[in-house]
């Protein structure tokens, strides 16, 4: 997936073979099920973002969003200044993702979300370094005045996954996990979360803009082939 292509809001249901990385070709299509959800299972290959970790307590997952958009808003608008980036073009800064995990606990249980772990990150175009990061923290830092430290800069290799396109509230994305979860094992693969594999959310929607009817989230699971 080039990083110019902006999301697909209509996820193509497709099979792409276990280490195989392939872009903008379909393999396999499935027809729209009843419940109106598509699917599909895809080779993620690295990707260069900026994160922060935290536990879900005091606000953190708020205030980590506010840290992320302002080192990814610092490096959108840095051709503006004296800093130059090799090899930058204008773009849209991509949608907030999130991984989430509970201790000891595959998948997630949504009746303990104060138990939850959560990494937010925003993905970073192709050409910034972890230099280029390094300088929009610094700038950041100057200039808003605010502790940057807890940004992080890294790659992250998913693999591979298995994903559908979630529309209506967070609460009720358990359905939705279900239904991608029998497509997955229809299709011959099974489950990978594991300590360094997570829930995988990609958020479309702006909630304080958005009916929570209409909230898209691509919510994207690890997985293996079955052996």
């Known amino acids: ?7 697909n809001e209509e996820v193509i249901g497709n099979i792409v073979e276990e280490n195989e990385v392939v872009e ?4 396999e299509e499935k027809p729209k099920n009843t ?27 708020k205030n980590s969003i506010g840290l992320l958009y302002g080192i990814a808003f610092t490096i959108k608008m840095s051709y503006k200044g004296t800093h130059k980036i090799e090899g930058f ?20 249980d949504y009746a303990r979300k104060e138990d939850m772990h959560f990494i937010s990150m925003i993905r970073l175009p192709d050409f910034v370094t972890k230099e ?3 300088w929009a923290v610094q700038e950041a830092t100057k200039k808003k005045k605010q502790d940057f430290s807890k940004v992080e800069f890294f790659p992250y290799d998913e693999g591979l ?4 396109m979630h529309i209506g509230s967070y609460d009720d994305e358990p359905a939705t996990v279900d239904l991608m979860h029998d497509y997955m094992k229809a ?15 990609i958020y479309l929607s702006d909630p304080r803009k958005c009916d929570v009817s209409r909230l898209k989230t691509v919510v994207r699971h690890p997985i293996r082939k079955t052996e």
Do not use: A, M
């Open 1 to 7: 997936q080039n990083f110019e292509e902006d999301v």
């Open 24 to 27: 903008n070709t379909v393999i």
């Open 35 to 61: 419940s109106g959800t598509k699917y599909r299972l895809e080779v993620n290959c690295e990707q260069n973002v900026v994160n922060v970790y935290e536990k879900d307590e005091n606000g953190e997952y």
């Open 89 to 108: 073009f204008e773009y849209v800064v991509p949608p907030l993702e999130g991984l989430w995990w509970q201790e000891n606990t595959q998948g997630l």
């Open 132 to 134: 280029d990061f390094e």
């Open 161 to 164: 996954c298995v994903q559908c």
């Open 187 to 201: 299709n011959g693969y099974e489950l990978d979360i594991t300590d360094t594999r997570y829930h995988h959310e």
